[in-house]
């Protein structure tokens, strides 16, 4: 981190800043100037709050040189991350895991019908959201307990890990017991308090972009959880907040390389929640493959018409099968199985 002073600050001052900086263990260098002073400072500047130097009167500026984040941070932890979920590995040079399932669970036949059916096509977990996120407090809203006990049951009838939204703490237990793999869906992705919980589960995290987030703060949000002692992390993109109208979201695929250079997590693309229209989830799946993507999470249902939710973003189970067709041929052109 780099801090100048303004011009006139007392010596007193300056050394009071610099006794502060290296009683916190860091390493100080200091370029006296005429007019300024700068401030060199080394060691874990992660723990450095840069508003509250900035509240130093005599603080001109405060620059950081290195990411906020530690423990997610590629820098401290070279090799990519591999994350096991009950036996399928997501990252590295692994096969692209391609997650398939309903938005809402609606029945427990409805979760084992699906789950065959994304098994035949090559997927290799079922999604299924048993507590629903709804903008409307009138819109179905899930079915909670037994919707994933019918996401066990598929799971028990075909052999894919599961993956379910977590939405609050008091049904940590229940996911710790039934869930492969805990989605903190977008608009929690800030809620720091069910962070720091996860943070504490055994099981590997889903963590979504929020609707409006940077790749630091969304970066963060995994800092946080690895912080609790869970290094479980995979990202999950599902499209950002812009201006644009035709879509849903905006897919921001560029996060891909982004989050493999600054962090060792695997990263994975829900180009359903990104597009809101089932007509561009094969284009966008293919993209993300292209694009170095770890895996793919996409909405499937029999009869989209008919669903509870995401009918619209929602492909036929032939449709989800195409796309594992066509990824196949892009995924070997970058390397990896599917
Ligand atoms: C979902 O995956 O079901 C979901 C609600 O997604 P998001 O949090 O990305 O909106
Ligand atoms: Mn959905």
Redesign the pocket.
């Known amino acids: 981190m780099i801090i100048s002073t303004k011009r006139g600050t007392p010596a007193a001052e300056l050394d009071k800043i610099i006794q502060e900086f290296e009683g916190m263990g860091l390493g100080v260098t200091i370029i006296r100037g005429t007019d300024y002073n700068v401030f060199g400072l080394v060691g874990d500047t992660t723990i450095l709050d840069e508003k509250r130097i900035r509240a130093n009167p005599y603080v001109e500026n405060v620059q950081r040189v290195s990411e906020p984040y530690k423990k997610a941070n590629r820098l401290f932890h070279e090799a990519d991350t591999i994350v096991d979920v009950a036996g399928v590995r997501v990252g590295g040079t692994e096969k692209v895991a391609v997650i398939g399932g309903p938005?809402s669970i609606e029945s427990k036949e409805q979760a084992v019908r699906i789950a065959q059916l994304v098994k035949n096509a090559g997927g290799c977990m079922l999604r299924g959201?048993a507590y629903?996120?709804r903008t409307s407090p009138y819109a179905f809203q899930g079915l909670g307990t037994e919707g994933i006990l019918d996401l066990a049951a598929a799971r028990e009838a075909t052999g894919l890990p599961i993956v379910s939204?977590l939405m609050s703490a008091d049904k940590i237990d229940e996911f710790e017991q039934y869930v492969d793999l805990v989605?903190i869906?977008?608009?929690n992705m800030q809620n720091f308090q069910l962070l720091k919980e996860v943070g504490k589960m055994s099981k590997p995290i889903l963590l979504?972009r929020g609707l409006a987030n940077t790749i630091e703060e969304w970066i963060m949000s995994a800092e946080y959880i690895m912080a609790g002692g869970n290094e479980n992390v995979i990202f999950c993109e599902?499209g950002i907040r812009t201006f644009e109208k035709y879509t849903r979201n905006t897919l921001d695929l560029s996060v891909v390389p982004i989050i493999k250079q600054k962090t060792h997590l695997p990263i994975i693309i829900?180009p359903s929640?990104a597009t809101g229209d089932w007509r561009y989830v094969e284009s966008m799946s293919l993209a993300a493959i292209a694009s170095g993507a770890d895996g793919l999470m996409i909405e499937v249902h029999e009869n989209p018409e008919a669903a509870w939710s995401d009918g619209a973003q929602s492909l036929k189970p032939e449709k989800f099968a195409a796309v594992i067709e066509k990824g196949r041929a892009i995924a070997r052109v970058v390397g990896r199985g599917l």
Do not use: S
Request: proline fraction near 8%; charge should be positive.
């Open positions: 938005c959201g629903k996120p939204e989605q869906g977008a608009r979504k599902r829900d929640h």
